[in-house]
C-alpha cells in the first residue's frame, strides 16, 4: 500500500524534481518506508511507498520493465498475485523481486488494460508508456483505493490524494459548488467531481490513457456491478455452503503479508466473523474497538457502544484486543486534521473512523475491515423496501432519490444556496442520482429486480464513499485497511444470490394494501435483523447466534446529544458565527434556523450539523 503522483506538461515543459517531491511529500503519510522519482523529460512519476509484501530494496517504485518501456506506479495490493505471475513465467517472464508490483507491471505490459481483469484486489496505480508516449491510469473495480486527477492549462496532474495535485505551485485551489451542492444533497458525491475545482475521480472500475502528443484523453469502464436474480430455483443449504467456503477463502487469501496484520472488532457479525477465520491462521491476533462515552447520551444512541460484545468476542477467539473510548471533545480536537486528510467529506460519520485507524496503527501495519457485508448481502432492508412496490423505473427514481436526500428536501437546499444560485443553477440532483444507472439494464420486471437495482445503487455510490473515507483515514496513519468481503469470487457469488435468501420480509412487504388506513409500511422502514439472512446462516458456523440474530447497528457516535450537550458551544461558535467560511456560499439564515433546530430539541440535524462543520474545517484548510 503506498501513494502516487505525477506530473505531466503537455507544454513539453521539463518537470521540475523539486515539485514532483513536492507532491510526494504531501501525501509521505500513505508511504513512510521509501520514496521514489522518475523524470524523462516533460513526464514526472512520483511514489512513496508502505512496504506490505516484499520489504526489500527490490520493491522500490517507480518500477521499470526489463526492456524499459513501461514505468509503473502503483498503489494497491492484488491478492492472486502469485497465481498472476506463474502465469507470465510459463510465459517467459522474469522477476526481480517477491512484489506484487512487479507482477502488476509485467502483466499491464503483457495483457494491456485487459490485465486489470485478472487483478482480485484493490489498486490506483499509473503506468507510463515510454515507446507510445501514453499514460495509462486505472482503479479497481469497487473503488477501494481511490485515484485523482486534473488538468489546469497545459499541465496534467494526477495522484492518490488530491493535496498531491494541490501541492503544484501554480494549481489554483477553488471551491467547486456544484459538487459542493451535490454534496449537500446526497452527503456524498455520485460524480467524478470534487470540492476543488478542475480535481477529478477516476470512477472504480474504469482506466483512462492520455495521449501526450496530442493531449487527447479517454476513459473506458472496464467492470461493473450486475445484481440478478439467478435462473435456476436456489437450494438453501447448497448456497449457504457456497458462501461459507467463499467466505474463508477470501478472508486466508487476504492474510497474505510481510508485517503484522490485525482486524477491527466492532461487536457485529461482519468485522466478528472475518476475526474467527483469520484468528485461526494467526494465534493472538491483534484486535481492536472504537467505543463511545454514553454518560450523556439517550435513545437508540445507548446501543452505540458495542464493546462489550466485541470483548466477548475476543475472549472466544483468543485476540490481544485494544480498546478506546471516545469522548464529546474528540471531533473537535482531530477536525482540523481530519479534513486535511479527508480532502472531502462523504457518507456519514467519519472521525470515529480516523481514531480507530489511529489506535490499530500502534501495532500493526495492516487490518481487516468488514466493509462490504451490508451492501453485498442486503443489511438496509428498511431502504429496499421503499422501492419495492415500484411501478416502473422512472417511479423508482423518484421514491429512491427522495429517501436519498439526506440531509434536508430540496425546499429547504434552494435557500441554503440562496447565495450562489446562479452557479449551480444547471445543476439537477435528480439527473446525477438517476445517472448512476446510465450503463445499467433499466428494465424492471419483478419486485426483486427494484431491490437488486437497490444494492447496484448502494455499492456504486454509498459503499464507493465508505471506501474512500476508509482509505484516507487509516493511510493518515500509515495503514494499509483490507476488505475480505471485496474479494472477487466472493462478490461474483453474492450478485447472484437471490433476493429471498437475503431478505427475510419482502414477500409481506408485497402484501400491503395501501388503501387500507394506516401507516402499513412504517413497520418494515425500521432497523431490523431482516436483512443479510444468508450471510447471518453462514456466520453462525463461527460466531455466536446473539451476534448473527442481532439487530443492525453502524459504527455511529452519539452526536445527536453531544451536538446540543457538551459539543454545544463548539456547535455554535462554528456555526452560528457570521465569519464562518461556510457563508461565502450558503445562505447564514437559513443554516442558523435548522441548527437551532436540532440544539433547542426540535429536530434531530445532526447528520447536517456534522456536514456543516466538515465543510468549515475543509474550507479552512484547502481554500
Not at 472475518?274 to 435513545?299: M, N, V
Not at 460466531?543 to 452519539?558: H, L, M
Request: glycine share 6%; proline share 4%; aromatic share 12%.
Amino acid at each position: 500500500m503506498c501513494g502516487i503522483a505525477g506530473l505531466i506538461h503537455l507544454s513539453g515543459e521539463p518537470v521540475s524534481p523539486v515539485i514532483l517531491k513536492k507532491m510526494t511529500d504531501a501525501i509521505s503519510h500513505r508511504g513512510p518506508d521509501g520514496e521514489g522519482q522518475w523524470i524523462e523529460g516533460n513526464v514526472g512519476i512520483g511514489h512513496r511507498r508502505l512496504a506490505i509484501i516484499d520489504l526489500s530494496p527490490a520493491g522500490h517504485q517507480p518500477m521499470i520493465t526489463r526492456d524499459h518501456r513501461y514505468v509503473l506506479s502503483y498503489n494497491g495490493e492484488i491478492y492472486n498475485y502469485r497465481e498472476i505471475r506463474s502465469e507470465l513465467e510459463a510465459l517467459g517472464y522474469w522477476f526481480r523481486s517477491q512484489t506484487d508490483s512487479e507482477v502488476v507491471l509485467n502483466a499491464l505490459a503483457h495483457w494491456g488494460p485487459d490485465g486489470l481483469l485478472k487483478f482480485n484486489g484493490m489498486f490506483g496505480l499509473a503506468l507510463w508508456d515510454r515507446k507510445e508516449q501514453t499514460l495509462l491510469l486505472a482503479r479497481d473495480r469497487y473503488g477501494i483505493k481511490p485515484l485523482y486527477y486534473a488538468r489546469q492549462g497545459q499541465s496534467f496532474a494526477f495522484g492518490s490524494e488530491q493535496k498531491a495535485i494541490a501541492a503544484q505551485p501554480t494549481f489554483k485551489r477553488e471551491l467547486d459548488k456544484k459538487a459542493l451542492l451535490e454534496y449537500f444533497t446526497f452527503q456524498n458525491i455520485f460524480t467524478d467531481q470534487t470540492l476543488l475545482k478542475d480535481v477529478h475521480l477516476l470512477p472504480a472500475g474504469h482506466y483512462a490513457s492520455l495521449h501526450v502528443a496530442t493531449g487527447q484523453w479517454s476513459q473506458h469502464h472496464y467492470w461493473d456491478y450486475r445484481f440478478r436474480e439467478p435462473d435456476h430455483k436456489a437450494d438453501k443449504q447448497e448456497y449457504v455452503e457456497e458462501l461459507d467456503r467463499l467466505f474463508k477463502q477470501a478472508v486466508n487469501r487476504q492474510l497474505v503479508s510481510d508485517v503484522e496484520l490485525g482486524a477491527y472488532l466492532s461487536g457485529g457479525m461482519d468485522s466478528g466473523s472475518i476475526t474467527a477465520i483469520a484468528a485461526q491462521q494467526f494465534p493472538y491476533l491483534k484486535t481492536f474497538t472504537c467505543g463511545f462515552d454514553l454518560s450523556s447520551a439517550s435513545g437508540i444512541e445507548l446501543g452505540f457502544d458495542e464493546r462489550t460484545k466485541a470483548e466477548a468476542m475476543s475472549a472466544r477467539f483468543k485476540t490481544e484486543h485494544y480498546e478506546m473510548v471516545l469522548k464529546a471533545g474528540d471531533m473537535e480536537r482531530c477536525l482540523p486534521k481530519l479534513a486535511w486528510h479527508l480532502e472531502e467529506p462523504r457518507v456519514g460519520q467519519s472521525y470515529p473512523n480516523f481514531y480507530a485507524a489511529k489506535l490499530a496503527s500502534k501495532f500493526v501495519k495492516v487490518v481487516l475491515s468488514g466493509s462490504g457485508g451490508d451492501e453485498l448481502f442486503g443489511g438496509y432492508p428498511w431502504r429496499y423496501y421503499r422501492t419495492a412496490n415500484s411501478q416502473n423505473f422512472e417511479h423508482y427514481i423518484d421514491q429512491y432519490y427522495l429517501y436519498w436526500q439526506r440531509l434536508v428536501d430540496n425546499r429547504l437546499l434552494k435557500q441554503m444556496f440562496a447565495p450562489i444560485a446562479d452557479d449551480v443553477s444547471g445543476v439537477w440532483t435528480r439527473d446525477i442520482f438517476r445517472d448512476v444507472f446510465a450503463t445499467h439494464d433499466n428494465v424492471l420486471d419483478r419486485p426483486e429486480d427494484y431491490i437488486n437495482h437497490s444494492l447496484y445503487f448502494e455499492a456504486k455510490t454509498f459503499l464507493h464513499g465508505l471506501f474512500v473515507v476508509e482509505d484516507k483515514l487509516s493511510m493518515a496513519h500509515s495503514l494499509e485497511n483490507r476488505v475480505p468481503f471485496m474479494d472477487n469470487d466472493l462478490v461474483d457469488f453474492a450478485m447472484q444470490c437471490p433476493v429471498a435468501l437475503k431478505l427475510n420480509n419482502l414477500a409481506e412487504v408485497l402484501k400491503i394494501n395501501e388503501n387500507e388506513p394506516g401507516d402499513k409500511q412504517s413497520q418494515y422502514f425500521q432497523k431490523t435483523n431482516d436483512g443479510k439472512q444468508i450471510l447471518r446462516d453462514m456466520m453462525s458456523l463461527h460466531i455466536p447466534a446473539d451476534i448473527t440474530r442481532a439487530e443492525k447497528k453502524g459504527f455511529s457516535s452519539p452526536d445527536a446529544s453531544w451536538f446540543k450537550g457538551e459539543s454545544i458551544d463548539f456547535v455554535k461558535r462554528t456555526l452560528l458565527n457570521s465569519s464562518a467560511k461556510i457563508y461565502d456560499v450558503l445562505d447564514q439564515a437559513t443554516v442558523s434556523s435548522l441548527v437551532d433546530q436540532h440544539l433547542m430539541g426540535q429536530q434531530n440535524r445532526r447528520l447536517l450539523i456534522w456536514s456543516l462543520l466538515n465543510v468549515e474545517a475543509w474550507m479552512r484548510v484547502y481554500l
